[in-house]
């Protein structure tokens, strides 16, 4: 393993702006490097290799304590348990009956432009890539929208959780993670009460090998629905905004021909990686890319570095949106790959066509400086200007 003088870079918040020439800088050093909590997996056949052997490299509930008390289901089961979930949940997000939902989001992008495009100015967060997903993924679940707030209150408690330090940080995420299962605990109580047709009552009634769900496995469900729904898409979002407002000539490039939105879309997930990194723990003992890694390491999966690695993606340092062959892993791989890619997709791919259908000019405020968060590829602010600038 290469010794720890990479270890700061991973918690930099200069770099976290622009990662790829760190990520090439950690390749350059070995398949595994030293990070702040533990090895870090920067080559992409290493990182492909950790991601196919769950029994290896463990994504159970030691990899990751986000202060909840029951692990998030699927992704904190590995097989032979984990099977039985994916079974239950692959179907609701397959891709045909994701399709379905084409015409109310589209509808819904377009209602959300309506309510800013007249200013002539947007804060991009707050007013499109925050609502968008999220509504979408409370009118799925079978939530008020009216609960919102309080959804994203909780799940920032989780993902960008308050503390000067590490048993800070821990205690801010235990009381947020108390204040989901609360909530599920007790809308569960009612569909129990008054079933309606959403996924939620869905659960309720659903059987695993001719069980019905516990309550701790529905709340895990939830848990992470929550984290999922309410994040990755906005962050996404806003990255690839950001990157288009910057870079005029691919902006037009979708305005002028929309067909390689498909394409764009899986060439901005793998340069704007939105989790750049998921947690593991070893097993046993392993020889990962000529690195020892050890029983019971706790190692970091660096999917951003996997994907924008020469060796395995032709051009990677450039952004090309017409690239046809693109095997990024920006949704993870493996058995515990993203339970909502489709949905992503499908999203992003609706909010860009119609974005620049609308809004073909946009720039981000002068003076403006992104300040993008380390982990979770996700910008703090993006305030736009409409129309030429």
């Known amino acids: 393993m290469a010794t720890d003088s990479l270890a700061e870079g991973f918690m930099d918040e200069e770099i976290a702006a622009n990662p790829q020439p760190f990520y090439r800088q950690a390749r350059a050093e070995g398949a595994v490097v030293e990070g702040p909590f533990g090895p870090q997996v920067v080559r992409r056949s290493a990182v492909e290799y950790a991601l196919t052997h769950p029994e290896e490299f463990s994504s159970g509930f030691e990899a990751v304590d986000l202060g909840q008390s029951v692990p998030l289901i699927p992704l904190q089961v590995d097989p032979p348990d984990h099977r039985k979930y994916r079974r239950l949940l692959d179907p609701i997000f397959a891709p045909r009956r994701m399709n379905v939902l084409e015409p109310q989001i589209t509808a819904l992008v377009n209602e959300l432009i309506d309510g800013f495009l007249d200013k002539g100015s947007c804060e991009f967060a707050e007013d499109f890539a925050i609502p968008l997903p999220s509504s979408v993924f409370l009118a799925l679940v079978g939530l008020p929208l009216s609960d919102l707030p309080s959804f994203l209150d909780m799940k920032n408690g989780i993902l960008r959780p308050e503390g000067a330090d590490f048993d800070e940080v821990a205690a801010s995420q235990k009381v947020a993670a108390r204040r989901i299962e609360d909530y599920f605990a007790e809308v569960l109580k009612d569909r129990r009460a008054n079933p309606r047709d959403d996924l939620l009552s869905m659960f309720i009634e659903a059987e695993v090998d001719s069980e019905h769900l516990t309550e701790d496995e529905i709340l895990g469900i939830c848990f992470l629905f929550i984290l999922a729904g309410l994040d990755t ?26 067909s390689i939105i498909p394409s764009a879309v899986e060439e901005l997930l793998r340069w704007e990686t939105p989790v750049t990194t998921v947690a593991r723990v070893a097993t046993r003992d392993v020889d990962l890319g000529g690195c020892p890694i050890h029983a019971g390491d706790n190692i970091g999966i660096v999917i951003g570095s996997a994907n924008t690695d020469e060796e395995a993606v032709p051009g990677s340092d450039q952004v090309d949106l017409t690239r046809t062959e693109n095997r990024h892993l920006a949704f993870g791989g493996g058995v515990h790959r993203c339970l909502g890619s489709h949905l992503a997709r499908l999203e992003l791919r609706i909010a860009l066509r119609e974005w620049h259908r609308r809004i073909p000019e946009y720039s981000i405020v002068p003076g403006t400086e992104l300040s993008y968060m380390m982990g979770l590829r996700q910008i703090d602010s993006l305030p736009l200007i409409l129309g030429p600038a």
């Open 233 to 258: 898409v906005t962050d996404s979002l806003e990255c690839f905004i950001a990157r288009l407002a910057q870079h005029p000539a691919e902006r037009r490039q979708i305005v002028e021909d929309p």
